[in-house]
T-cell receptor, first 114, second 114 residues
Framework: GQQVMQIPQYQHVQEGEDFTTYCNSSTTLSNIQWYKQRPGGHPVFLIQLVKSGEVKKQKRLTFQFGEAKKNSSLHITATQTTDVGTYFCAGAGAGGTSYGKLTFGQGTILTVHP | DAGVIQSPRHEVTEMGQEVTLRCKPISGHNSLFWYRQTMMRGLELLIYFNNNVPIDDSGMPEDRFSAKMPNASFSTLKIQPSEPRDSAVYFC????????????FGQGTRLTVV
């Protein structure tokens, strides 16, 4: 079945350092989405990537979708304490019984030390 | 819009008891997901529905778990009998359409089975 792997599981950074999390799918995806979950909260949608090789930016966040539509990354430049939380990628199945299925990676827990 | 509404927010029950979790998706959304979140296993997809029809329930742990969606505005996840290992946060999420749209999560139900 469709599996989505995400690394690292934890990342501790000093405020101002950069942060990257990586996501890999066992199957080709229709699209990939990224979510952020604050401690004690629920996942909140950040962005969606659909096209092969797509790159999108949101202020200090840069999202990439691989050429084969099987991997993705999220990079945060100059982290701030407000970036603390768990970042999830979620892969949408491309066809067959996986179409529409949204499978989440394990998430990367980011802590930022002031 | 009030967003995805889950109830109860917290549930403490004794092992062997039946537990029913409820979800009201956002009006107009026709895909609904149930996820279970634990530290060990992350966000696991249990089941998802399209237009009230279960499409993929391969993530349902075992026969003790069942989910229904009798209409577009209501879904339940039932555990009978409950066991301590079922303790987790259960999220319901909904979205418009089947493919390239964001999922909106409810606040979750924190279940503790003692």
């Amino acid at each position: 079945g469709q599996q989505v792997m995400q690394i690292p599981q934890y990342q501790h950074v000093q405020e101002g350092e950069d942060f990257t999390t990586y996501c890999n799918s066992s199957t080709t995806l229709s699209n990939i989405q990224w979510y952020k979950q604050r401690p004690g909260g629920h996942p909140v949608f950040l962005i969606q990537l659909v096209k092969s090789g797509e790159v999108k930016k949101q202020k200090r966040l840069t999202f990439q979708f691989g050429e084969a539509k099987k991997n993705s990354s999220l990079h945060i430049t100059a982290t701030q304490t407000t970036d603390v939380g768990t970042y999830f990628c979620a892969g949408a199945g491309a066809g067959g019984t996986s179409y529409g299925k949204l499978t989440f990676g394990q998430g990367t827990i980011l802590t930022v030390h002031p | 819009d009030a967003g995805v509404i889950q109830s109860p927010r917290h549930e403490v029950t004794e092992m062997g008891q039946e537990v029913t979790l409820r979800c009201k998706p956002i009006s107009g959304h026709n895909s609904l997901f149930w996820y279970r979140q634990t530290m060990m296993r992350g966000l696991e997809l249990l089941i998802y529905f399209n237009n009230n029809v279960p499409i993929d329930d391969s993530g349902m742990p075992e026969d003790r778990f069942s989910a229904k969606m009798p209409n577009a505005s209501f879904s339940t996840l039932k555990i009978q009998p409950s066991e301590p290992r079922d303790s987790a946060v259960y999220f319901c999420a909904s979205r418009v359409g089947v493919g390239n749209t964001e999922a909106f999560f409810g606040q979750g139900t924190r279940l503790t089975v003692v």
